[in-house]
T-cell receptor
Framework: DQQVKQNSPSLSVQEGRISILNCDYT??????FLWYKKYPAEGPTFLIS?????DKNEDGRFTVFLNKSAKHLSLHIVPSQPGDSAVYFC?????????????FGTGTRLKVLA | EAGVAQSPRYKIIEKRQSVAFWCNPI?????LYWYQQILGQGPKLLIQ????????DSQLPKDRFSAERLKGVDSTLKIQPAKLEDSAVYLC????????????FGPGTRLTVT
């Protein structure tokens, strides 16, 4: 049961253009969403997050949009740069047993072409 | 601030052998996570510690996997005996759980079981 889905395994974008990475979820109990970036041979690093009570969060070139009714979020990168080439994971947080846990999507490999 | 440390970075063993991974989280982080990431998939939570207590080990194959976090600081994850399907990257992460929901990941240990 994949509660967090990233249906596009890969995406190629020209440098300077917009990159849009999508993520869908099924569990209404998720209350916080995070995006992580992963380079080869490194662990994931936190990029940006959004609370379920908001619909947009922006940090420099990165913006995350949340459509709660559609259970969909997206990460926009504008403008895209070659250094953004990495695997991007969407993660969702839910409270459980006095703490919280995270469910990760399968990732989208972004390639920004120079 | 030092990041999450993991060792070894790479390990190759034969099936039915045993292996152990070590993780030292960021100082002061109460919550520690072990994830398994199989090629082409997102990280899957194996076990979560709050200080030195286990709060979630529902996806840990307890017949072969074990983990401990003595003194609420560093942690070890052991596999005994290993199977071919255990080939994956094992990621350790920590979080303070106080001011944000970010997880900080170590570089991971790539395990190959032959």
């Amino acid at each position: 049961d994949q509660q967090v889905k990233q249906n596009s395994p890969s995406l190629s974008v020209q440098e300077g253009r917009i990159s849009i990475l999508n993520c869908d979820y099924t569990n209404s109990m998720f209350d916080y969403f995070l995006w992580y970036k992963k380079y080869p041979a490194e662990g994931p690093t936190f990029l940006i997050s959004i609370s379920s009570i908001k619909d947009k969060n922006e940090d420099g070139r990165f913006t995350v949009f949340l459509n709660k009714s559609a259970k969909h979020l997206s990460l926009h990168i504008v403008p895209s740069q070659p250094g953004d080439s990495a695997v991007y994971f969407c993660a969702a947080k839910m409270a459980t047993s006095g703490t919280y846990k995270y469910i990760f999507g399968t990732g989208t490999r972004l390639k920004v072409l120079a | 601030e030092a990041g999450v440390a993991q060792s070894p970075r790479y390990k190759i063993i034969e099936k039915r052998q045993s292996v152990a991974f070590w993780c030292n989280p960021i100082s002061g982080h109460a919550t520690l996570y072990w994830y398994q990431q199989i090629l082409g998939q997102g990280p899957k939570l194996l076990i979560q510690f709050q200080n030195n207590g286990v709060v979630d080990d529902s996806q840990l194959p307890k017949d072969r996997f074990s983990a401990e976090r003595l003194k609420g600081v560093d942690s070890t994850l052991k596999i005994q005996p290993a199977k071919l399907e255990d080939s994956a990257v094992y990621l350790c992460a920590s979080s303070s759980g106080v001011s944000s929901y970010e997880q900080y990941f170590g570089p991971g240990t790539r395990l190959t079981v032959t």
